[in-house]
């Protein structure tokens, strides 16, 4: 079964095919909330990455960097570390 979803502004999560719940990828939300382009979210992820990196580097665990970039919430973490 393939699920189709239409999210509101203010929710990014979406079936996949199996049902199963997926979190929009960032690019997508910045795109599409905040109306960039995509080269305009490409830029900022890499510097939000870099920044990720920079200061895991230095012992801290920003935890909060998904809401300091873009205003979201600690789920996005694992895509912008590994993404």
Not at 67 to 78: H, I, M, R, S, V
Request: proline letters at 5%.
């Amino acid at each position: 079964m393939f699920v189709i979803a239409v999210w509101p502004e203010s929710n990014t999560i979406h079936k996949n095919k199996k049902g199963g719940n997926m979190i929009e990828p960032i690019k997508t939300i910045l795109m599409r909330r905040d109306g960039m382009t995509e080269e305009k979210a490409d830029a900022l992820i890499t510097q939000a990455r870099t920044n990720l990196h920079e200061r895991l580097s230095d012992d801290e665990m920003p935890f909060d960097i998904c809401a300091e970039w873009f205003g979201l919430e600690p789920d996005y973490l694992d895509e912008l570390l590994y993404g």
